[in-house]
């Protein structure tokens, strides 16, 4: 079974986004995967993930979003999180502005563990202590300790 930690590294965890709308964050947290050299082309997954953004939104309720996209500029998936303060508005389902953003960018050819991930992802993030404990992490270590924690429970 996939794990999230075996996709997410602290250094993909940015607990202060400067974003102010969600275009923003999207493109700023697809330039955190970029600077750990994890895209082949930086602007052909920001696309991506706006075009399927544009399709439905990815703003899921509870202050969540989980942008997403596929595309050939990366090798395998990879996951950024971002935390906004303020909330940012995200056109969610229940109309409520997001403050934590999990991306999630996939090669073309893995559509099972894309599905696998989100299901992961969705899954974790409807636990309420989870979300809770998440939004009050200080550290990205903290972030990814937090992650591996709720994964062994499950």
């Not at 389902?93 to 992802?121: C, F, K, W, Y």
Request: with cysteine; proline share 5%; glycine share 6%.
């Amino acid at each position: 079974m996939m794990r999230l930690t075996d996709i997410l590294e602290p250094q993909h965890i940015k607990l202060s986004l400067s974003a102010s709308n969600k275009k923003e964050v999207i493109e700023e947290l697809v330039d955190v995967l970029d600077a750990d050299g994890l895209l082949s082309d930086r602007d052909r997954v920001l696309h991506a993930v706006l075009e399927r953004e544009a399709t439905r939104t990815t703003g899921i309720g509870n202050g969540l979003a989980i942008p997403h996209g596929k595309c050939g500029d990366v090798k395998e998936i990879v996951m950024a999180i971002g935390r906004c303060d303020p909330p940012v508005d995200f056109e969610s389902i229940d109309e409520q502005p997001v403050s934590l953003v999990l991306l999630l960018v996939s090669p073309m050819n893995q559509t099972g563990p894309h599905i696998q991930a989100l299901a992961r992802i969705s899954r974790l993030l409807s636990i309420d202590a989870f979300r809770k404990k998440l939004m009050q992490v200080e550290s990205p270590d903290q972030a990814l300790e937090l992650i591996v924690e709720y994964e062994k429970a499950e």
